[in-house]
């Protein structure tokens, strides 16, 4: 098996069950996912051309392999081609990115994620028929944009033109019956859910009462969630 290095945590058998994904590009974006998926649970074998990387990694993920991700033959003998979830994480070579993504599709994998580092990298990668492209950078970039301009303590951009706002609430909700402020009508929002006292966050009704020292999170179009959260 030319230029492939297997590195294994807890097991070296093949990895491809319902709760196994693989991740291809383990630079900080890709580390980052596949650490957050085994926090969660979920097994993943982890792709990377950097001996470095991959020795960094050993013992973190279930199964990490130094490897040419552009090789068709390199992946079918990971058995990459029996996951239904694959990400494609390279950020720093949009070749291999483009040529790793070419070859996910013609095994037929039902579900690829894959970076993009621009526009054109992302159109590319759409025109190949990659269905979740991904843009990390752009995304966070817009996410903050919104934190610096407005009073939100965090932001979400569910697509462009509707919105989840944690926020401090306002005059508009303290003390009252969320039944009792018309805020769909007069401010085209939804109080979604409170966090209370540092408890775990409850769903909002009509009888939930918001109270000084709340958090709550208020979701609606972009504009009207952003301008709820700027008023006082």
Not at 152 to 169: N, T, W
Request: aromatic fraction near 4%; proline fraction near 2%; glycine fraction near 10%.
């Amino acid at each position: 098996m030319a230029n492939l290095r297997l590195f294994s945590g807890t097991r070296t058998s093949r990895i491809a069950e319902a709760d196994s994904v693989a991740v291809i590009g383990l630079g900080r974006f890709g580390q980052s996912l596949a650490l957050e998926l085994m926090a969660t649970g979920t097994e993943v074998l982890g792709i990377d051309a950097s001996e470095e990387i991959v020795q960094g990694l050993n013992g973190e993920l279930s199964q990490v392999v130094r490897a040419d991700s552009t090789k068709a033959e390199v992946l079918r003998q990971l058995a990459v081609h029996e996951f239904d979830r694959v990400v494609v994480a390279i950020g720093s070579d949009i070749q291999a990115s483009i040529l790793t993504t070419s070859v996910l599709l013609q095994f037929g994998i039902p579900q690829i994620w894959a970076k993009a580092t621009s526009d054109a990298h992302g159109q590319i990668l759409e025109q190949l028929g990659v269905e979740h492209v991904i843009y990390p950078e752009k995304d966070m970039g817009r996410r903050v944009a919104h934190l610096v301009r407005g009073a939100a303590l965090d932001y979400i951009e569910v697509d462009s033109a509707y919105a989840i706002v944690k926020m401090q609430p306002n005059s508009v909700l303290l003390g009252r019956r969320l039944g009792d402020t018309n805020l769909r009508q007069e401010h085209g929002v939804t109080v979604m859910a409170v966090q209370r006292d540092g408890q775990p966050w409850c769903n909002a009704d009509a009888d939930t009462v918001v109270r000084e020292g709340d958090t709550v999170l208020v979701a609606g179009p972009t504009r009207m969630a952003e301008g709820f959260g700027q008023l006082r």
